[in-house]
């Protein structure tokens, strides 16, 4: 288990400081419905226009498409990730129908919408005693070709999902890393008024 020494400056639900990215985990099955609750609080974040452009690819350990998954990470990710009880890949469409309209436009917000409902999946996991971890590390080519994921969806990150482990179960260097790590101060991410940060 980690210490979590992580302090707000400004008075805030404890959720947002006890959730955090491991990459220690126990290599445990999860179940499918948890899993699929994790993306239930996911389909409730805000969207513009409600357009809901995320979408999740997953897959369970020790079901067919586990190994086609893992194999999706870089080598350094693999060598971690492959005791995660469940990997996703997290897409968005780039395109939405407004109200009213017949044709499809350019959706300039589906990062930012895709960012909100990434972060509700994680705090509900969080909430429900499991970890992910968002990486970057990943063949954003291979994943498009081997998920089959068509033109008009960006491709942003794959999770990782499991309940936390023995960090001595981690290479020797990154062992120091498995804590939670600390944030910027309010100061330095918020401005009233102008930009000066």
């Given at each position: 288990?980690?210490?979590?020494?992580?302090?707000?400056?400004?008075?805030?639900?404890?959720?947002?400081?006890?959730?955090?990215?491991?990459?220690?985990?126990?290599?445990?099955?999860?179940?499918?419905?948890?899993?699929?609750?994790?993306?239930?609080?996911?389909?409730?974040?805000?969207?513009?226009?409600?357009?809901?452009?995320?979408?999740?690819?997953?897959?369970?350990?020790?079901?067919?498409?586990?190994?086609?998954?893992?194999?999706?990470?870089?080598?350094f990710n693999q060598g971690w990730?492959?005791?995660?009880?469940?990997?996703?890949?997290?897409?968005?469409?780039?395109?939405?129908?407004?109200?009213?309209a017949t044709e499809e436009t350019p959706a300039l917000?589906?990062?930012?919408?895709?960012?909100?409902?990434?972060?509700?999946?994680?705090?509900?996991?969080?909430?429900?005693?499991?970890?992910?971890?968002?990486?970057?590390?990943?063949?954003?080519?291979?994943?498009?070709?081997?998920?089959?994921?068509?033109?008009?969806?960006?491709?942003?990150?794959?999770?990782?999902?499991?309940?936390?482990?023995?960090?001595?179960?981690?290479?020797?260097?990154?062992?120091?890393?498995?804590?939670?790590?600390?944030?910027?101060?309010?100061?330095?991410?918020?401005?009233?008024?102008?930009?000066?940060?």
């Amino acid at each position: 288990m980690s210490d979590n020494s992580r302090i707000a400056d400004y008075a805030i639900h404890s959720q947002f400081t006890d959730r955090w990215s491991p990459r220690a985990f126990t290599g445990e099955s999860i179940p499918q419905e948890t899993l699929l609750s994790f993306f239930e609080a996911a389909r409730w974040a805000p969207s513009a226009y409600n357009s809901q452009p995320w979408r999740f690819l997953y897959a369970r350990r020790d079901t067919p498409n586990w190994e086609r998954f893992l194999s999706l990470l870089v080598e350094f990710n693999q060598g971690w990730a492959q005791h995660a009880s469940a990997l996703v890949i997290v897409i968005s469409k780039t395109t939405f129908t407004a109200p009213g309209a017949t044709e499809e436009t350019p959706a300039l917000w589906h990062t930012f919408d895709t960012g909100s409902a990434w972060g509700h999946l994680a705090l509900q996991a969080s909430l429900s005693g499991w970890h992910t971890h968002g990486m970057a590390g990943f063949d954003q080519e291979k994943t498009r070709k081997e998920l089959k994921i068509p033109e008009g969806y960006a491709i942003h990150a794959a999770v990782a999902i499991g309940k936390l482990g023995d960090k001595s179960t981690l290479p020797e260097y990154l062992q120091a890393r498995e804590t939670p790590s600390p944030r910027r101060p309010v100061s330095e991410l918020a401005a009233e008024g102008d930009f000066s940060l």
